[in-house]
Every structure is written in C-alpha cells, then in structure tokens.
C-alpha cells in the first residue's frame, strides 16, 4: 500500500474500554487520523453510551461492536500466568507489593483459577523464554475458542491496513489482536498510563508500540527483550493536550461562582481515587477539610472535591454532610460499573470541567494520582497524603505504605516533584507554604514531566498519527 495513491489506507482503531474514548475520540487524533484515511472503530461498550461521538463523528468513523465472547477458563489461566510470570521473572523494588495484590487468590472457582495460574507462573519464570512461551500457550487457548472465527471473519472483510489498539491491558482487546496478527495486519497497541509497564505488564502483544517517553520505551525493552526498539515508538500521551486548547478555558469568575466558591480566594483539589488504591479516601477528605479549618481565616483556601470517574458509591457522603464548606465538581462519565476502570465512558463535557477544575485550583492533594502532573503541566503543586488514616486498622490487606512502594514511584523519590504529608498533624502547614510559594518545586515538577511525557505536549495526538501512518507504510 502507498499513501501517496488515490486510495486511501483503512485504519481500525479498537476500544475495549472508555479510557479509550479520552485519548483518541475526545482528542484531534480522531480528526487528524481521518484527513489520511478512512477509519472503523471496533468497540466493547454499549451503542447508549457511545451515542454523542457516533452523532458527533458520524461521517469520519464507521461504528462496529466487538463481538460477544466469554473468556475460557484456560485462556484466563494462561493469561494471568504470563502476566505474573513476567513479575515474577524481573522483579525490581515494589514488585513485592504488586504480586501481593495480584495472587490474591479469591474464592471458589475464580481462587481455583488464580491459584492454578500463580503456580504455572512460579514455574515458569526463571527465564523469559519460559515467561514467551506462557504468551504463545495463552495465543494458543484464545485462538481455538469458539467465538475466534467472528474476529477472522469480520477483519478478513473489512481489510484494515493498521489494526491500533487503546488499551494493552484488557483482555477483551487479546482476539482481534491476535486475528490481525494471524491475518498479517500490522497491529499497534497504546501504553495508556505512567504506571502501567511495571505494574501491570501487557495482556496485549502487538506488532508496535506506543509508549509515553524515552524511559517507558526503556521500561519496554528491559521488560520485553524479544520486542524491536525500531518497533517503539515514542509519541507523549493526548490526554494532556486539552491543558493548551483555551476554548475549554472559562474565566475564574464565571467558573468558580458555578459552583459557588469565590474566585478571589485560593482553591484546593482533593481528587479521589478509586477504592482499591484508596480504600479510606473519605478520611483523608475529613482530614483535608480539619487542616483548612485549622488556618486563619484570612488566608484559609476553599474545598474542591473531584471523585474518580470510577467510583459511584455513597462512601463520600457522610464526610461531605459533615463538612458543608467543601464544594463537589462531579466527573461526566458515564459509568456502567462500580470501580472498574474498563466499563466508564468519559462525556466530551468532562473534557473543559477537568481543564478548568485543574487551571483554576491552587493546589491538589490526593494519593498517589497521577492528578499531581496534571497540576504539574500548569505549573500548580501537588500534596501526596502519606500517612495511615484513623478508620485503618493493624494487618488490614492494605496500607498506605503499599501504595508509594510500587516502582512507579521510584521515580517520584528520584524528582521530588510534589509535598508530602506524613501525618494529618502536618497538613495545615504544608497547605500553607504551597499555596504562599506555588513555584518552590517548579524546576522538580518540569523535570518530571520531561522524564515522563514526550513534548510538546499538545502535539502527542500528531505523533501518534504519525506513527500509525509510518506502521501502515511499513506494510506497503
């Protein structure tokens, strides 16, 4: 194939889940992709949700629903065997902590499963020919099961040049992944967060890759040997691209008066996760709301508080009864799934409610969130919440001490980008000094962002395009 012919090249992009959305839909990826070709998506959430980007992009984008499948025992196995064999395999400071969460076994049929898997994994994890076998054994379970054929067939009629994967952790996106690959269609795979290479490993294996900056392409060659780095690409995250549109911009005034704090007044984020890495968030808000109480008045900052777009449970609202001062920004998902990251759907209006919740606050506190480099792109500072909650009890299966162990904040220690707070007794003064010397860590938080994030940072969605048009002149 030639770009350079009449005919132009058919791009099919996969969303198995709606993090997807807020990459690659929300973004001018969409729109760039379609100036050089044609394009499908090929999706696994509800026609309902999908319906104002199916309106919206109606005459670029040609809509297909994955088809239904239920993945076998044997493939489950195989899969979680190879993600665990390759922790296993290359273990570095804080691998500990995520074996500990994985090979919890559960209950029943599911604790039989990951018992079986966490074994074969032990098994197979003195060398990565052993770990590459496990990926092959789990290949070969998926591609003999019985809904396989649906994805050979509906690739085999649709011919795309490209098949560009969203997301390389789920397993819903593994068949058509794999149908490609069989099929000779070249197949690219997005890394879609900071944390995700030495946290989670890959559930996908494609052809290309993605990657967020010349360290996660690192991480991907030390993880994966057998990967080209010629296969790499280096392209930034879009998902930080809406940072430097100013039509999502409103002013302060009107955004703040909104939801009723004033605008000449300092504003803190408190930004939830969702409860598995934060079990105890509502706590840490009650903690956050007694600091701010504790400052005199004429310098006392107001409450902003954002829930992760996962988690639609009640448990915030005894604290935010308790607290009347503090004010909630509620995210526009749509979320089909309690605390389930592949079964949210963002709506294209959280996209100017995050930007401007993040250009008009003066400080974030959270734990752990990557929400601490979105303030970093505007400049903004960030207080990690680091010490154990009241409601935390000796022996509880999590602990905060687990949370700041994973590898990924190896990197946080190297930078000293954000303030900690080590006790909730310290909070008061540590809000104080960020919001009176917003640009004491500037030089950390940039030089953070520049380890992490390709730059420019608003031209990711172009060098994503741009990959996926060079995999597809590979091809030709």
Same mark, same amino acid.
Request: proline share 7%.
């Given at each position: 194939?030639?770009?350079?012919?009449?005919?132009?090249?058919?791009?099919?992009?996969l969303?198995?889940?709606?993090?997807?959305?807020?990459?690659?839909?929300?973004?001018?990826f969409?729109?760039?992709?379609?100036?050089?070709? /044609?394009?499908?998506?090929?999706? *696994?959430?509800?026609?309902?949700?999908?319906?104002?980007?199916?309106?919206?992009?109606?005459?670029?984008?040609?809509?297909? /629903?994955?088809?239904?499948?239920?993945?076998?025992?044997?493939?489950y196995?195989?899969?979680?065997?190879?993600?665990?064999?390759?922790?296993?395999?290359?273990?570095?400071?804080?691998?500990?902590?995520?074996?500990?969460?994985?090979?919890?076994?559960?209950?029943?049929?599911?604790?039989?499963?990951?018992?079986? *898997?966490?074994?074969?994994?032990r098994?197979?994890?003195?060398?990565?020919?052993?770990?590459? %076998?496990?990926?092959?054994?789990?290949?070969?379970?998926?591609?003999?099961a /019985?809904? $396989?054929?649906?994805?050979?067939?509906?690739?085999?009629?649709?011919?795309?040049?490209?098949?560009?994967?969203?997301?390389?952790?789920?397993?819903?996106?593994?068949?058509?992944?794999?149908?490609?690959?069989k099929?000779?269609?070249?197949?690219?795979?997005?890394?879609?967060s900071?944390?995700?290479?030495?946290?989670?490993?890959?559930?996908?294996?494609?052809?290309?890759?993605?990657?967020?900056?010349?360290?996660?392409?690192?991480?991907?060659?030390?993880?994966? !040997?057998?990967?080209?780095?010629?296969?790499?690409?280096?392209?930034?995250?879009?998902?930080?691209?809406?940072? $430097?549109?100013?039509?999502?911009?409103?002013?302060?005034e009107?955004?703040?008066?909104?939801?009723?704090?004033?605008?000449d %007044?300092?504003?803190?984020c408190?930004?939830g996760?969702? $409860?598995?890495?934060?079990?105890?968030?509502?706590?840490?808000?009650?903690?956050?709301?007694?600091?701010? %109480?504790?400052?005199?008045?004429?310098?006392?900052?107001?409450?902003?508080?954002?829930?992760?777009?996962?988690?639609?449970?009640?448990?915030?609202?005894s604290?935010?009864?308790?607290y009347?001062?503090?004010?909630?920004s509620?995210?526009?998902?749509?979320?089909?799934?309690?605390?389930?990251?592949?079964?949210?759907?963002?709506?294209?209006?959280d996209?100017?409610?995050?930007?401007?919740?993040?250009?008009?606050?003066?400080?974030?506190?959270?734990?752990?969130?990557?929400?601490?480099?979105?303030?970093?792109?505007?400049?903004?500072?960030?207080?990690?919440?680091?010490?154990?909650?009241? /409601?935390?009890?000796?022996?509880?299966?999590?602990?905060?001490?687990?949370?700041?162990?994973?590898?990924? $904040?190896?990197?946080?220690?190297?930078?000293?980008?954000?303030?900690? *707070?080590?006790? %909730?007794?310290?909070?008061?003064?540590?809000?104080?000094?960020?919001?009176?010397? !917003?640009?004491?860590?500037?030089?950390l938080?940039? *030089?953070?962002?520049?380890?992490?994030?390709?730059?420019?940072?608003?031209?990711?969605?172009?060098?994503?395009?741009?990959?996926?048009?060079?995999?597809?002149?590979?091809?030709?």
């Amino acid at each position: 194939m030639n770009l350079l012919n009449t005919q132009k090249p058919k791009f099919l992009l996969l969303l198995p889940d709606g993090v997807g959305i807020r990459n690659f839909i929300i973004t001018d990826f969409i729109n760039q992709l379609a100036e050089i070709g /044609s394009i499908l998506v090929w999706h *696994a959430l509800p026609e309902a949700l999908m319906q104002e980007y199916m309106a919206a992009l109606s005459n670029e984008i040609s809509w297909h /629903s994955l088809p239904p499948h239920h993945e076998g025992h044997i493939a489950y196995i195989n899969r979680r065997a190879k993600q665990l064999a390759q922790l296993y395999w290359q273990k570095e400071p804080g691998t500990n902590i995520i074996l500990k969460y994985m090979t919890k076994q559960g209950h029943g049929l599911r604790g039989l499963r990951n018992n079986i *898997a966490d074994i074969l994994a032990r098994l197979s994890s003195q060398s990565y020919r052993q770990v590459a %076998r496990l990926n092959k054994m789990h290949a070969y379970a998926v591609e003999r099961a /019985s809904y $396989f054929s649906e994805y050979i067939d509906f690739l085999s009629h649709e011919k795309p040049d490209v098949v560009f994967c969203a997301n390389q952790r789920l397993e819903l996106a593994v068949p058509p992944i794999l149908a490609a690959r069989k099929l000779g269609i070249p197949t690219a795979t997005f890394i879609y967060s900071w944390d995700n290479l030495p946290k989670g490993r890959m559930a996908v294996h494609a052809d290309y890759f993605l990657v967020w900056s010349e360290h996660m392409k690192a991480e991907m060659l030390q993880y994966y !040997p057998d990967i080209n780095a010629n296969n790499v690409y280096v392209t930034g995250t879009p998902q930080f691209e809406h940072y $430097f549109n100013p039509n999502y911009i409103e002013p302060r005034e009107k955004f703040l008066k909104q939801l009723g704090l004033k605008p000449d %007044r300092s504003v803190i984020c408190f930004s939830g996760d969702d $409860f598995t890495t934060s079990p105890h968030d509502p706590d840490y808000l009650a903690d956050l709301a007694e600091a701010v %109480r504790k400052i005199p008045e004429s310098e006392r900052p107001q409450l902003l508080f954002r829930r992760s777009p996962t988690d639609v449970s009640g448990r915030y609202q005894s604290v935010l009864s308790r607290y009347p001062e503090i004010v909630s920004s509620e995210p526009a998902w749509s979320t089909m799934a309690n605390n389930d990251w592949s079964k949210v759907v963002p709506a294209k209006s959280d996209v100017g409610l995050l930007v401007n919740v993040v250009t008009h606050c003066d400080l974030v506190v959270n734990v752990g969130s990557t929400m601490a480099l979105d303030f970093a792109i505007l400049h903004k500072p960030a207080i990690y919440l680091a010490y154990a909650p009241t /409601s935390w009890k000796p022996g509880e299966f999590w602990s905060i001490e687990d949370v700041y162990r994973y590898p990924h $904040f190896n990197q946080i220690q190297n930078f000293d980008p954000i303030y900690w *707070a080590y006790t %909730r007794e310290s909070l008061p003064v540590l809000i104080q000094n960020a919001l009176r010397h !917003p640009g004491e860590k500037e030089s950390l938080r940039q *030089a953070w962002i520049n380890f992490l994030v390709q730059k420019p940072l608003k031209d990711a969605s172009s060098r994503c395009v741009e990959a996926i048009k060079h995999i597809a002149l590979i091809r030709g």
